[in-house]
């Protein structure tokens, strides 16, 4: 670790929490329905809204209907993007021609995004068109994160009401946050990254004339966008039909004339970027997501985008605070989130400033001395250096964010296992939009119930009695993704698949790429540890079940526990009641997380990075 | 400072017990009854498929793994199930041996049936056990209560040792807050006239035996949300062994690429991980820890009606208690004497002592005790003195002697005595100004002043208190400290109620209390969100008692205030409901250090467990062999056993129960988790390897 690097996380933590606060309260705002500035100017698209769907914003539904309401809503939209991928072809806006999606990989995408899950079993640039981009996964990028935002408030009123039925409507709970939080956050977002020169074009390339122009037969997997070739980059086949014309590995061998312009996809990537950061989807314009210049070109906009990765969730815990009437309850809550977060960056950090002792055994210098950085380079933007990865990776895995800046994949097994380990913990630190808290609240009910018989009372939460309904909610909402994940790892190591097709890596180093893979759409992250090709009938639809099993799952039990807070009453605390404010509350919900996450995986870990760490330092 | 509840003789390994225990923990093996716990149930599995992978092994010669190792997992599997149910046992076993000695009580027994509640009515002999509700029956000196009842008419003493272990007789009469009887008793003087209130079958002794022997045992409602966070970690376990199969299938399959050697993890190496890390601690121990809680009730001669009684008293957050003889003893009692101006304290003392020889009450009984204790000396009455009895026309009573009227009353009563008997210093006065004034003294700090005078002279006020029990201040404080709140209920007056509240450090009082404004005032603590509990006796008790969430029943009371109580104290002792809330909370705590315990413990299994099982496939992993265990079978071996025996080692911490502490929550959280979550988190480790190292000494594996 250097002092730079140190000094760049310290700066990140500081402007995260300094432009966390106001948004956390301007967040309670718009969901107490308090009267904000975005409103006025936004107000009559909400009541549009209302009117064209016939929605009446102040009748409230029981839990279920809020439910049934969710479910259609994220259903419908997933069958939409299914379409609109299914038919791009004979659709406008497809400047560059792409066909229609392969349907196995559509299915997974259209899960995918509508899951706020983002994994990408394609190469953007080279599959989707800008009418895909923008009217499907673009809509899926606000409208995901608003329904992981929608379920997190009826949770929230069901601990500040008493003996209700409702838990508040649906519509308006994702009209709001769409129109006053995410869409002014990501227009902000998106001119700056203009400004700091990011494309937002409806033009589909810009053609460069090579400086250096390539005679005869061009390399097999030359392919748009690549201008630096920065990294090996994941899903190799899914590049079919790219805008040079098809550059399958098939056709690598063939004489071709001699390459002197080459081709610069672009299109409306600041607007994508802007939301995929804010609203942790994660799915970038470009197949390599934020390791691309055109996607994030400056150390500015690096940093900037890495803020937008835990911005909304770290703002949500001050929201939290201020809706339930105690911000030392949200604070405690963004503490435990920063806890569980901060060793795996100084693992990664650490790790990745080691050089790799594959390269020292072959007298290559990679310490870190006043000349030069150091560390594992492989697989990291130049530009961006080791911290800047180190803190991408780390924190758009512990946010269910997934896009990258690195890759993964070539980390050392220590420092990639960091990723692997914050996402199986459930995305509850920092996690997705709404999704992270409500998650990390459901631990909270967990580590209260066994804290609460632990002082001999039948446990409390913010007044709310803990019974045996919620336990049965929350330990369903928990078994979830380790069921989703595990399972579907293990009948991957069964399918012949994964040895004739999705490997590229053999040995311990194959099998993280497996784990990673369902740990990242078991847990809705959707980064990618790449070099696994997940394309194939048996990953892009086995991910694709683990990505709707662990989203909606999850959703289900959560606003299952709103209803039921909601209808109890609320016991005042007393000198026996456990306070869920002080270090001891944050100590124990850590201690609960980490370790139903390291029971659950840690043998996997054993069998994947961490064998793979000894058997590199015997 | 700890709060114990009554702890009585019966050793917690008494051999009677154990021997039946033993027995029991076998027949407790049948898969219908398992299945109720389903973390017991899974290890039940796992002991009966590693039993058949050893036969298999056996017969094949090439089988999971060699005979030897599946036996020696297996035999340890069986144990630990046959552990967990010895401690269900043990626990059920204290509560059978005085089930059989209440069942004794419960023979039949021949009853006369009357036809009408008039003992020269029709008679007719049935046997106890035909007896309905609503027959009344006769019940003479020397004869057995056939069934539980209301007295109709007649008083007699009768013999309650049979339920209550106490062997004093107790009277019994109609009308009044002494009418209920219990089936089984004896009657030893005189007749009762009796309405039986219970069908054979549901009497309170067969409630009483059901209870003690724990055979309708319901769960309790923390009880099943534990048990769903159990079964949900052990589903979450039992997925990751199963995972872990496939995920040994890939390793081998690529070292097998590679050139190496396709070691797999076996069969019953994933067995026996899978018993390590489902909570099998608390699973084993759960019902047992139920149990003991409700034996424990027992044991203070508490009956509840059911576990989630007993669990709820943990929850309580509101005490209402009755002043009378739960915060203060029975009666008011003489504390001081404020003589008046030119009387001294002795004169004062001596002139209310002979005013109250012949007064049998309890009050003129304190007023001797604490005046003589004033004099010094003993006070005999005069030759030929006359005492004046209290009557309601007067409201004084004293004593006539040698021309002297002594006289002790209010001090309205005693001003108009002397206003019409003339002060021989002031004629026609009334009390003077400093009586007045001490008068006004005592009665504002809660006491009742009564005043003495001699003839027409006025002498002084002696003041009657009411007196708070010892050390009872000191046990409100330690309520406070656990978050309870304690209300006084009383019939005084509010500024009476004040004073003693405050004597006594109540958090609240109700002063001048009805059976409404009792009733009303639960209400609004429920309404609130707290969960009160109460002790109640009388037939007026019975609405307040019926609304508080723990409602104990004095069992001297009537059937009615039995009836609508969730508990009855044999002891018909109030202050009895700090130990409840005591007993309540020791159940719930127990429980949770012990799950803590229990999944602290599976780090350390992981770390004998996983190195063993894949060490075959990759060599390197022998690096998180962190203790070092000889051999990998001695170190699954050793993680099975220790826990198998960390169950037996439980037990008596599950049949005792934790200590409560009278600490604020957080207090006894951060102590609780240093204990059984750091504790459980490092404990395994030594014992681990100490296993593993006798195992490998004896050669073993």
């Given at each position: 670790m250097t002092a730079t690097g140190i000094g760049q996380i310290i700066l990140y933590a500081i402007v995260l929490v300094a432009l966390g606060i106001p948004l956390g309260a301007y967040m309670a705002r718009v969901y107490t329905g308090q009267a904000t500035f975005a409103q006025r100017v936004l107000g009559p698209v909400e009541r549009l809204f209302y009117r064209l769907f016939g929605?009446?914003?102040?009748?409230e539904q029981s839990w279920k209907q809020y439910a049934i309401a969710a479910m259609v809503f994220n259903l419908l939209g997933i069958v939409v993007v299914y379409l609109l991928q299914r038919m791009q072809a004979h659709l406008p806006e497809n400047p560059n021609g792409l066909a229609n999606v392969d349907p196995r990989v559509a299915f997974n995408t259209a899960v995918s995004f509508g899951t706020n899950t983002n994994w990408q079993a394609y190469g953007g640039e080279s599959t989707m068109s800008h009418l895909v981009q923008s009217a499907a996964l673009g809509v899926q990028n606000f409208v995901s994160a608003a329904t992981g935002m929608a379920v997190l408030i009826p949770l929230i009123r069901g601990f500040t009401r008493r003996h209700a039925d409702t838990v508040g409507s649906f519509w308006v709970d994702l009209t709001r946050p769409t129109l006053y939080i995410l869409l002014p956050l990501s227009i902000v977002l998106a001119v700056f990254l203009v400004q700091q020169g990011v494309p937002q074009t409806t033009d589909g390339k810009e053609t460069a004339a090579l400086l250096d122009a390539q005679p005869g037969t061009p390399p097999a997997d030359a392919r748009p966008g690549t201008i630096v070739s920065p990294v090996d980059d994941q899903p190799r086949d899914a590049t079919r039909g790219g805008v040079n014309g098809p550059a399958s590995p098939?056709?690598?061998?063939r004489e071709s004339p001699p390459v002197i312009n080459q081709p610069i996809a672009v299109g409306p990537v600041a607007s994508q970027v802007a939301i995929k950061q804010l609203g942790t989807n994660g799915g970038g314009y470009y197949n390599v997501k934020s390791a691309h210049p055109l996607e994030n070109p400056t150390p500015l906009s690096n940093f900037v985008e890495c803020l937008s990765i835990l911005l909304i969730s770290g703002a949500l815990c001050f929201t939290f605070g201020r809706m339930i009437g105690s911000r030392k309850q949200g604070i405690a809550l963004l503490v435990t989130m920063a806890i569980l977060l901060v060793p795996f960056v100084a693992l990664t950090l650490q790790q990745e400033q080691q050089p790799s002792p594959a390269l020292s055994s072959l007298s290559v210098d990679a310490q870190a001395s006043a000349l030069q950085p150091g560390g594992?380079?492989?697989?990291?933007e130049a530009r961006l250096g080791i911290s800047a990865s180190a803190l991408w990776s780390t924190t758009t895995t512990a946010a269910s964010n997934g896009s990258v800046n690195s890759m993964h994949d070539s980390y050392t097994p220590l420092g990639g296992m960091s990723p692997i380990f914050l996402m199986a913990l459930g995305e509850v630190s920092f996690g997705g939009v709404g999704s992270g808290l409500y998650g990390l609240l459901i631990f909270a009910i967990v580590a209260v119930f066994i804290a609460g018989l632990m002082v001999g009372r039948t446990p409390e939460f913010l007044g709310k009695k803990i019974e045996a309904y919620e336990m049965k909610m929350a330990s369903f909402a928990i078994l979830v993704p380790v069921a989703a994940v595990l399972l579907g790892a293990a009948f991957a190591c069964l399918v012949d698949e994964t040895y004739t097709?999705?490997?590229?890596n053999h040995g311990p180093h194959g099998f993280s790429e497996v784990l990673y893979a369902f740990v990242s759409q078991g847990n809705n992250n959707g980064s990618a540890f790449g070099g696994l090709t997940a394309s194939g009938t048996f990953y892009a639809t086995a991910g694709g079940i683990c990505m709707w099993v662990a989203r909606y799952w999850i959703i289900l039990p959560t606003l299952a526990i709103a209803g039921s807070l909601a209808k109890k009453k609320i016991v005042p605390p007393s000198s026996g009641t456990l306070p869920t404010t002080g270090p001891l509350f944050v100590v124990l919900l850590v201690g609960v997380v980490l370790l139903v996450g390291a029971l659950s995986f840690v043998p996997a870990l054993a069998l994947g990075p961490i064998v793979e760490h000894l058997v590199l330092h015997p | 400072m700890s709060i114990h509840p009554r702890v009585t003789a019966r050793p917690l390994f008494d051999p009677a017990i154990v021997r039946r225990a033993i027995r029991d923990a076998f027949g407790k093996l049948d898969p219908r009854r398992m299945i109720r716990n389903p973390v017991m149930f899974v290890v039940e599995i796992g002991s009966a498929f590693t039993t058949i992978l050893f036969f298999h092994a056996l017969v094949t010669q090439a089988g999971d793994a060699s005979p030897g190792f599946i036996a020696a997992i297996s035999v340890w599997l069986w144990f630990t199930v046959l552990f967990a149910n010895f401690a269900e046992a043990m626990a059920e076993g204290r509560g059978k041996a005085q089930a059989d000695a209440l069942r004794k009580a419960r023979k039949d027994v021949p009853a006369v049936v009357l036809s009408a509640a008039r003992r020269d009515a029709h008679r007719q002999d049935k046997p106890s056990s035909q007896l309905r509700p609503g027959d009344i029956v006769l019940v003479e000196a020397g004869q057995i209560i056939p069934g539980d009842g209301d007295i109709l008419e007649g008083v007699a003493s009768v013999n309650e040792s049979a339920i209550t272990g106490e062997s004093a007789p107790v009277i019994r009469e109609s009308g009044g807050d002494r009418s209920a009887v219990t089936g089984g008793t004896t009657v030893l003087s005189d007749w009762l006239i009796i309405q039986i209130s219970a069908r054979p079958g549901e009497s309170f002794l067969d409630r009483m035996i059901a209870m003690v022997e724990g055979a309708k045992r319901k769960k309790t409602p923390n009880e099943i949300a534990l048990d769903i966070l159990l079964a949900g970690l052990t589903i979450v376990f039992l997925l990751v062994t199963v995972t872990l199969y496939p995920f040994g299938v890939f390793a081998a399959r690529e070292m097998a690429a590679a050139g190496g050697t396709a070691h797999t993890v076996t069969l019953t190496v994933l067995v026996a991980l899978l018993v390590c890390l489902i909570p099998t601690t608390i699973g084993g121990l759960l019902s047992a820890i139920g149990i003991a809680g409700m034996d424990r009730m027992i044991q203070a001669n508490v009956i509840a009606t059911s576990g989630r009684a007993v669990e709820a008293a943990g929850d309580v957050d509101v005490l209402l208690l009755d002043k009378t003889d739960t915060i203060t003893h029975g009666n008011r009692q003489a504390t001081a004497f404020f003589p008046a101006t030119g009387v001294t304290e002795a004169q004062l003392a001596e002139a209310a002592v002979m005013a109250s020889l012949s007064d049998d009450t309890p009050e003129g009984k304190s007023i001797v005790v604490l005046g003589i204790g004033k004099l010094g000396r003993a006070i005999n009455v005069p030759e030929g003195a006359r005492p004046v009895p209290f009557t309601a026309q007067t409201r004084m009573s004293g004593v006539d002697f040698d021309g002297r009227t002594i006289r002790k009353g209010a001090s309205d009563a005693i001003a108009r005595h002397v206003a019409t008997t003339?002060?021989?210093?002031?004629?026609?006065?009334?009390?003077?100004a400093d009586v007045r004034a001490a008068v006004d003294n005592v009665a504002r700090r809660g006491a009742t002043p009564l005043v003495v005078a001699d003839g027409g002279h006025v002498l002084g006020v002696v003041q009657l208190a009411d007196v708070v029990k010892d050390r009872i201040k000191d046990r409100f404080g330690e309520m406070r400290r656990m978050g309870i709140r304690t209300v006084m209920i009383t019939g005084d007056n509010p500024v009476t109620a004040a004073a003693i509240a405050a004597e006594a450090g109540v958090d609240d009082f109700l002063a001048e209390a009805t059976p409404e404004n009792k009733l009303t005032m639960i209400r609004d603590y429920q309404e609130k969100g707290h969960l009160v509990a109460m002790t109640g006796d009388g037939t007026n008790d019975a609405p307040a008692l019926a609304q508080a969430d723990v409602a104990v029943a004095m069992n001297s009371g009537t059937q009615a205030a039995k009836e609508a109580g969730n508990m009855v104290d044999l002891d018909s002792n109030p202050t009895k409901l700090l130990e409840v809330v005591t007993v309540g909370k020791q159940m719930l705590m127990t429980r949770g250090a012990l799950t803590t315990f229990s999944i602290a413990n599976d780090v350390s299994k992981y770390f004998a467990i996983i190195p063993a099982a894949f060490v075959g496939t990759y060599p390197q992993l022998e690096a998180l062999n962190i203790m070092r265990l000889s051999s990998p079978a001695s170190a699954v071996l050793s993680a099975v056993i220790f826990n198998a025996l960390i169950i037996i080692a439980l037990i008596p911490l599950a049949l005792r129960g934790l200590t409560v502490r009278a600490a604020p929550a957080a207090v006894t959280l951060r102590r609780d988790l240093l204990i059984y979550g750091v504790g459980g988190l490092l404990l395994p480790f030594p014992f681990i390897k100490l296993i593993d190292l006798i195992l490998s000494g004896l050669g073993l594996a």
């Open positions: 929605i009446k914003p102040d009748q098939d056709q690598g061998g594992n380079m492989e697989g990291k097709k999705a490997l590229s | 003339g002060d021989p210093h002031r004629p026609g006065a009334g009390l003077p």
